[in-house]
């Protein structure tokens, strides 16, 4: 599966990836008031994080 991938390609689509799953984890950690966050800022990350996701998912062909 690596193998046939190209590095650059790979390279972006998991840093792309990495960013918006973490984006989203700190909107979910924000709604459930671990972090002093706003609900409807946490909220917004939560729905961005998950937009970029399913973004690399249908537009860039996945993760890898």
Known sequence: MFESAEPGRLLRNLSI???AV????AGAIGLIDVIDVPAVLA???LVLGL???LAVHEYLGGPF
């Open 43 to 45: 909220g917004a990350l």
């Open 17 to 19: 990836y990495t960013v």
């Open 51 to 53: 937009a970029v996701v």
């Open 22 to 25: 973490l984006v989203a984890i």
